[in-house]
């Protein structure tokens, strides 16, 4: 497997292609900083009552903080933000109050496959760790994701797309973000958590979503 590591900083990369076949990307966030961030670019509406939210994580942070994974804030509100926390419990937190789950695979150096699921007509909600999922928790029923904001990686945004604290940033390998405004079936979780071939996020697809990203984070692209 070629890698090909590209730097660069507050750059659209739309995706792409190497010769001879596709081309897999991870971002690199290697320090923690106040400043260095990724945003993505959503391919329809963020208004959503229900979706599955996966990417792949590495990070050797262990016991020392709690980490961002994923940030969605529009104006006034967090609208959706996914998070481990401190004690290593994974959360996630729709405008308010978190539904926090315990699960027994700690995310760490190796890399996790991680997904979140809610439907708000039902207020369904799991998460799934390298396609085995948790108990199920009923969170926000009939609650509403609004579109309108960013979405970004490496960083937790106190107001909108500012105020920024090192002390919550992510550092280490993020890829393979999906995200989807409907709910997976188990067995499509599972087979994507295997790389096997399953129905692209209709949101957010990895294979050609458009990342913007600004300060120390490195793209690292690879022939799949």
Request: glycine letters at 8%; charged letters at 20%; hydrophobic letters at 40%.
């Amino acid at each position: 497997m070629k890698w090909v590591a590209v730097y660069f900083s507050a750059i659209f990369f739309p995706a792409m292609a190497l010769a001879g076949g596709a081309v897999g990307r991870t971002l690199v966030f290697p320090e923690e900083t106040a400043n260095t961030y990724v945003e993505m670019v959503p391919q329809k509406s963020m208004t959503m009552r229900a979706f599955t939210l996966c990417m792949r994580v590495a990070t050797e942070l262990k016991g020392e903080r709690e980490v961002i994974l994923f940030a969605y804030r529009t104006r006034y509100f967090d609208e959706l933000n996914v998070w481990r926390e401190l004690d290593g419990r994974l959360s996630f937190a729709l405008s308010g109050e978190a539904a926090i789950f315990r699960v027994p695979e700690d995310l760490g150096a190796l890399e996790t496959h991680l997904c979140v699921v809610w439907d708000s007509s039902s207020g369904q909600s799991q998460l799934y760790v390298n396609g085995k999922k948790s108990l199920m928790k009923i969170y926000k029923k009939n609650h509403t994701v609004q579109s309108g904001g960013k979405v970004i990686l490496g960083q937790d945004p106190d107001s909108y797309m500012g105020e920024f604290d090192a002390n919550q940033s992510f550092t280490g390998e993020i890829s393979d973000v999906n995200m989807w405004d409907y709910v997976l079936s188990p067995r499509l979780i599972q087979d994507l958590s295997e790389g096997k071939a399953v129905p692209r996020g209709n949101v957010f697809d990895w294979e050609t979503v458009e990342l913007k990203l600004n300060g120390n984070v490195h793209l690292v692209t690879y022939e799949l």
